[in-house]
């Protein structure tokens, strides 16, 4: 056996293969390739996250705000109302002296197909849990002098002053609605 260069017939098999493979780099046009792809696959992933969860935080600050919009229409609806009353007005079941349930005049169709969408929250049973008295009610609190600035004359009128607890839901076909509880209080000016 000769041997090329003082070397030995295996020693330059064996380094052959290795000069090749250094020499060689379009195997790494590929690895980059997925390195890069794998990379953007991430990003997008990510992107997509975080536009989905800005779709439901924009969602839900819509349902709040129909929530909110329901409880300002009933603490309106129950001021409306309160002209000469002494006593509390129950705005789920009470009536509204002509026969009609409050809530009826306070719930909202918002998609126009006939039945409500947004209404106020119905409270639990008394005795059980998570009822609350004061909830969905306009509360006579007293009567008194009108406040000092009306221009009332207080030999002639007195104000009444009620607090209105209002819980708005919407929308109502779901198993956890958006719920937005409005406290208001305020005086009424009449006639002694």
């Known amino acids: 056996m000769s041997q090329p260069y003082g070397k030995t017939f295996f020693q330059c098999r064996a ?74 007005v129950d705005l789920i079941n009470d009536n509204d002296g002509s026969g009609n349930p409050h809530v009826d005049s306070i719930a909202i169709d918002i998609d126009g197909d006939g039945t409500a969408d947004a209404s106020l929250e119905a409270n639990p049973p008394v005795g059980t849990a998570g009822h609350d008295p004061d909830k969905n009610r306009l509360r006579f609190v007293g009567a008194g ?15 009444n002053y009620y607090v209105v607890r209002a819980t708005g839901v919407y929308p109502l076909a779901v198993a956890n609605p958006a719920r937005s509880t409005i406290i208001a209080e305020a005086g009424r000016v009449v006639p002694k």
């Open 145 to 159: 002098p009108p406040p000092t600035g009306s221009g009332s004359d207080a030999s002639k009128f007195k104000a």
């Open 15 to 88: 380094l052959r293969p290795a000069t090749r493979t250094l020499g060689n780099q379009q195997g790494m046009a590929l690895i980059v390739t997925l390195g890069i792809l794998a990379v953007l696959s991430v990003l997008g992933a990510l992107l997509l996250n975080t536009t989905t969860t800005e779709i439901k935080i924009s969602r839900n600050y819509l349902d709040s705000q129909q929530a909110m919009y329901v409880a300002e229409r009933a603490v309106e609806y129950a001021y409306e109302r309160a002209t000469n009353i002494a006593g509390d």
